[in-house]
């Protein structure tokens, strides 16, 4: 099992970008965890960061994953690029969110990455990664 994760835009800001919104967490803090928790549960994990909607595209379209855990920040409301990228490789992906997207602005309440995932998990902090881990865990994939 070859896990991927994906950090969207802003996400490498995370500690100092509206803590009171993402928690006081680096994104270094969360790879921390994220590589923790896939070693103790033999998991090979490969987590990128990217701000830009094309090099995720780009990622997502190599296929070296058989799995993939995506937190696409700012382009989950804005980008059928993404969308269609997941679609197009047909793997099983989750969409992570740190905030509870349903709680925030209208705008973020709409996900147009939702319909290309097996599901959602939103608003448990650095913990929406390691909830979608603990998916692979469970289905043992
Ligand atoms: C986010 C929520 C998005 O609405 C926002 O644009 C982000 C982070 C989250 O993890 O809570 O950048 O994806």
């Known amino acids: 099992m070859n896990l991927a994760v994906i950090h969207g835009p802003n996400l490498?800001?995370?500690g100092k970008r509206e803590p009171?919104?993402?928690g006081k967490d680096t994104i270094d803090d969360i790879n921390f965890l994220i590589n923790d928790y896939c070693?103790?549960?033999n998991i090979e994990v490969i987590i990128e960061q990217f701000n830009?909607?094309?090099d995720i595209v780009s990622f997502i379209g190599k296929e070296?994953?058989?799995f993939l855990i995506i937190n696409p920040a700012a382009y989950t409301h804005?980008?059928?690029a993404i969308k269609d990228a997941i679609l197009a490789v047909n793997k099983p992906s989750i969409e992570v969110h740190l905030s509870n997207i349903y709680k925030r602005e209208q705008i973020r309440h709409e996900s147009l990455i939702a319909p290309a995932v097996l599901g959602q998990i939103s608003g448990f902090?650095?913990?929406s990664y390691v909830?979608?881990?603990n998916y692979l865990i469970l289905t043992n994939q």
Do not use: P, R, W
Request: no cysteine; proline share 0%.
């Open 39 to 41: 070693k103790e549960n």
């Open 64 to 66: 070296q994953y058989d």
């Open 12 to 14: 490498n800001l995370l």
């Open 125 to 127: 902090g650095k913990y």
């Open 131 to 133: 909830l979608a881990i």
């Open 20 to 22: 009171e919104i993402y």
């Open 78 to 80: 804005t980008s059928l």
């Open 52 to 54: 830009s909607e094309g």
